[in-house]
């Protein structure tokens, strides 16, 4: 087992990552506080591992909460059945909250601990490759607006993230080519070593190699907590997890929530960003390739869906919650393992890019 930590004075956390951790009360034991336990996860998540996880805690008082599941649930009317279910089983300020399941999962579950009694304790148990590399870090809680993605939310950091890697084997293809594009995410922003191995893996990573996708896990955690520890709140630098998601969560508002995975946004997204920064002289092309054909390789796709229009990026992107004073900054890349975020670009390059979506 492998140990991380998010540095984050009073409210620092581990990240343990393994096979098997679902069974280790030991892990979980310290991060709860009384003896109510609610345990929140989607109706794919519970059928293969709400039983287990239950034998884990069998000492607490357990209320299990089983969502939909999806992104088209991310929503408040999902959020409220929380609320209810916590309600109804009179769980005071002593609860702990437990995130079963993907990332949709745990932003509900984070934001809804945010909310209940102002503020009760939760544990993130990701069982998504995506979730157990990026959505379980970092305390980015909340749900969508039909008007953009994350619209509503807060920064609630959980108590601790329980990465057991065995989750992985019951996961879809389709999941996993979502998940290795946050992973790529952070190659291009910040390791260029990173990016490189990813290169030379990515097909047994695709087929979850149990060492190689362990590593992969613990080096995007590693990277995702150092940014977050140096800018939580996302002042400054944490922008830069953003890569490829200003036009990745324009094309998920467009296609409607669910019709294009999160992760398969972020990949055609990033190829645009990638683009983009390719088309204004900073990116050199070749590197500008290498990450195009990486994203491709782990299945991902490179293009935006056909239909989606410029104006329809340009309305979407304008809700960005990177926008300031009406000024959209985008995530764009001077090297590979190099991001910045920036508003300082010329116009005409963006429409360039948009000129070429829809076909
Ligand atoms: N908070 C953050 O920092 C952050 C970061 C990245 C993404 N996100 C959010 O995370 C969400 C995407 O997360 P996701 O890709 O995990 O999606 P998800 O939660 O919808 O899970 C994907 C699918 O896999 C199923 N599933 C989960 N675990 C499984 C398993 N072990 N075996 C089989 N099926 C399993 C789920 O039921 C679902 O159908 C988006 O809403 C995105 O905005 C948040
Ligand atoms: O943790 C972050 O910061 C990220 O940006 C990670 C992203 O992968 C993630 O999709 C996040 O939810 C996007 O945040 P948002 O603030 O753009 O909604
Ligand atoms: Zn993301």
Same mark, same amino acid.
């Given at each position: 087992m492998q140990q991380l930590t998010v540095n984050l004075d009073d409210r620092s956390y581990?990240?343990?990552?393994? @096979?098997?951790? %679902?069974?280790?009360?030991? %892990?979980? @034991?310290?991060?709860?506080?009384?003896?109510?336990?609610?345990?929140?996860?989607?109706?794919?998540?519970?059928?293969?591992?709400?039983?287990?996880?239950?034998?884990?805690?069998?000492?607490?008082?357990?209320?299990?909460?089983?969502?939909?599941?999806?992104? @088209?649930?991310?929503?408040?009317?999902?959020?409220?059945?929380? #609320?209810?279910? %916590?309600?109804?089983?009179?769980?005071?300020?002593?609860?702990?909250?437990?995130?079963?399941? &993907?990332?949709?999962?745990?932003?509900?579950?984070? #934001?809804?601990?945010?909310?209940?009694?102002?503020?009760?304790? #939760?544990?993130?148990?990701?069982?998504?490759? %995506?979730?157990?590399?990026?959505?379980?870090?970092?305390?980015?809680? &909340?749900?969508?607006?039909?008007?953009?993605?994350?619209?509503?939310?807060?920064?609630?950091?959980?108590?601790?993230?329980?990465?057991?890697?065995?989750?992985?084997?019951?996961?879809?293809?389709?999941?996993?080519?979502?998940?290795?594009?946050?992973?790529?995410?952070?190659?291009?922003?910040?390791?260029?070593?990173?990016?490189?191995?990813?290169?030379?893996h990515m097909p047994s990573l695709r087929k979850l190699d149990p060492a190689l996708i362990t590593e992969a896990i613990a080096r995007s955690c590693a990277i995702k907590a150092e940014v977050v520890a140096a800018d939580e709140r996302e002042g400054g630098v944490r922008a830069i997890l953003n890569l490829g998601h200003t036009f990745g969560h324009a094309i998920e508002a467009h296609q409607g929530y669910g019709t294009w995975l999160h992760g398969e946004a972020v990949g055609a997204g990033m190829v645009m960003a990638l683009e983009m920064s390719r088309e204004l002289g900073w990116l050199p092309a070749e590197d500008c390739r290498r990450g195009i054909d990486l994203i491709a390789r782990a299945g991902l796709p490179t293009a935006p869906p056909r239909g989606m229009l410029a104006d329809d990026f340009r309305q979407l992107m304008a809700v960005d919650k990177k926008v300031l004073d009406g000024q959209l900054r985008l995530v764009l890349l001077r090297q590979l393992g190099e991001a910045v975020v920036t508003a300082d670009f010329e116009a005409a390059v963006l429409d360039g890019i948009l000129a070429g979506v829809g076909q």
């Open positions: 581990p990240i343990h990552i393994g @096979a098997g951790l %679902l069974d280790q009360i030991d %892990l979980l @034991a310290p991060h709860i506080a009384g003896k109510q336990v609610c345990i929140v996860t989607d109706d794919t998540v519970a059928p293969l591992y709400l039983e287990r996880l239950c034998q884990t805690l069998a000492g607490y008082s357990l209320l299990p909460v089983i969502l939909p599941t999806g992104e @088209a649930f991310k929503n408040w009317s999902t959020l409220q059945q929380i #609320f209810d279910a %916590l309600l109804n089983a009179r769980h005071d300020r002593r609860t702990t909250l437990i995130a079963l399941g &993907g990332g949709v999962v745990g932003d509900m579950t984070g #934001f809804a601990a945010a909310c209940y009694q102002r503020g009760v304790d #939760f544990i993130q148990i990701p069982t998504t490759l %995506l979730s157990q590399v990026d959505s379980s870090v970092g305390g980015k809680t &909340g749900i969508n607006h039909p008007a953009g993605k994350n619209m509503i939310g807060a920064f609630y950091q959980p108590r601790a993230v329980l990465i057991d890697t065995d989750s992985l084997k019951t996961l879809p293809d389709r999941e996993v080519s979502a998940g290795l594009a946050e992973i790529i995410k952070y190659g291009l922003i910040r390791d260029s070593g990173f990016h490189a191995w990813l290169e030379e």
